[in-house]
């Protein structure tokens, strides 16, 4: 198990236990834990809404090229950007903080 953090809108971090040795994306992490991303494309890099900003966890912020694929076509790409289906949780993940920049409401 390792902890990760959620940064909401207004800064609040909120700390989620997450196993690494089941292969879980952090969207499926991020939607098991009632965060709202529509996550539309079930997990497949087409789609967008589950975007997210990896805030502190320097090793994790390069989104691979799939992804680039997807932020080029997007109006705003802050730094740290990634697509949650597109990371797999590993030990090495402890202690990240990322903020979900698309919610539902
Ligand atoms: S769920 Fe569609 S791009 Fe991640």
């Not at 680039?68 to 790409?77: E, I, K, N, S, Y």
Request: proline share 6%; hydrophobic share 40%.
């Amino acid at each position: 198990m390792i902890t990760i953090f959620v940064e909401e809108k207004n800064g609040t971090r909120t700390p989620i236990e997450v196993p690494t040795d089941m292969n879980l994306s952090l969207m499926e992490i991020l939607k098991a834990s009632e965060y709202s991303i529509p996550a539309t494309c079930g997990g497949m890099a087409l789609c967008a809404t589950c975007h997210v900003q990896v805030v502190e966890g320097e090793a994790f912020k390069q989104a691979t090229e799939t992804e680039w694929d997807m932020f080029d076509t997007l109006p705003a790409v802050p730094e740290g950007s990634r697509l949650a289906c597109q990371i797999r949780l590993t030990d090495e993940m402890e202690g990240i903080v990322i903020r979900p920049l698309v919610l539902e409401d």
